[in-house]
């Protein structure tokens, strides 16, 4: 498979606690997207990396949230000392050089109990 | 005003009419569209884009762009049960998707 893989898959964990998503992207697409949905809502933006440099950031990102691409490959992003309302679908896309759409991963489902 | 307007529905249509979605949206996004489809629970899919003004089709899917109304919209014809999805139309501003809130479609047979 090709597309841009996302895990895990599920996560619940517990309030307090930290958590870590991985996302892999398109083969060869260097832009790469980490959204928020929650339900009823489209996805929200929270960061763009173009190759490994983290070019922008959405005020929904507080400073319990880092991601990062080390080398321009993968991402993670991760949230430290969860809270319930960090419980949403974190979604991750990948675009190629020069275009405006984007691909999605399958999702990371959060729930903070 | 939000960057990408939609209206949530639901929009019911019998199988096999046309299902028109309709989305507007603010001078911050620029003239690039798109049209993803999300089933329950599972991540968005791109169906179609639309960069210039006028209509694209893509087989039973029709985009049409209007700038000048600042509006884009989606046509599906012959519409199935299988096309029972939220619609989430995205404009693109300074390097990113700017997503509308989704309108749910539902075809019944």
């Known amino acids: 498979d090709t597309g841009v893989s996302q895990n895990p898959r599920h996560k619940i964990t517990k309030r307090g606690q930290n958590v870590t998503f991985r996302c892999d992207p398109i083969?060869?697409?260097?832009?790469l997207y980490w959204y928020r949905q929650t339900l009823g809502q489209g996805p929200e933006f929270l960061t763009y990396f173009q190759n490994e440099a983290q070019l922008e950031k959405s005020r929904l990102l507080s400073d319990r949230f880092s991601a990062e691409r080390p080398k321009g490959s993968f991402s993670t992003l991760e949230i430290q000392r969860t809270e319930q309302g960090d419980s949403a679908m974190y979604l991750c896309?990948?675009?190629?050089?020069?275009?405006?759409?984007?691909?999605f991963g399958q999702g990371t489902r959060l729930t903070v109990v | 005003q939000k960057e990408v307007e939609q209206n949530s529905g639901p929009l019911s249509v019998p199988e096999g009419a046309i299902a028109s979605l309709n989305c507007t949206y603010s001078d911050r996004v620029s003239q690039s569209f798109f049209w993803y489809r999300q089933y329950s629970g599972k991540s968005p899919e791109l169906i179609m884009s639309?960069?210039?003004?006028g209509d694209k089709e893509d087989g039973r899917f029709t985009a049409q762009l209007n700038k000048a109304s600042q509006y884009v919209s989606l046509l599906i014809r012959d519409s199935q049960p299988s096309d029972s999805a939220t619609y989430l139309c995205a404009g693109y501003n300074t390097d990113k998707l700017i997503f509308g809130t989704g309108t749910r479609l539902q075809v019944f047979p």
């Open positions: 083969s060869e697409h260097n832009r």
């Open positions: 639309i960069y210039s003004n």
């Open positions: 896309a990948s675009s190629p050089q020069g275009a405006t759409e984007a691909f």
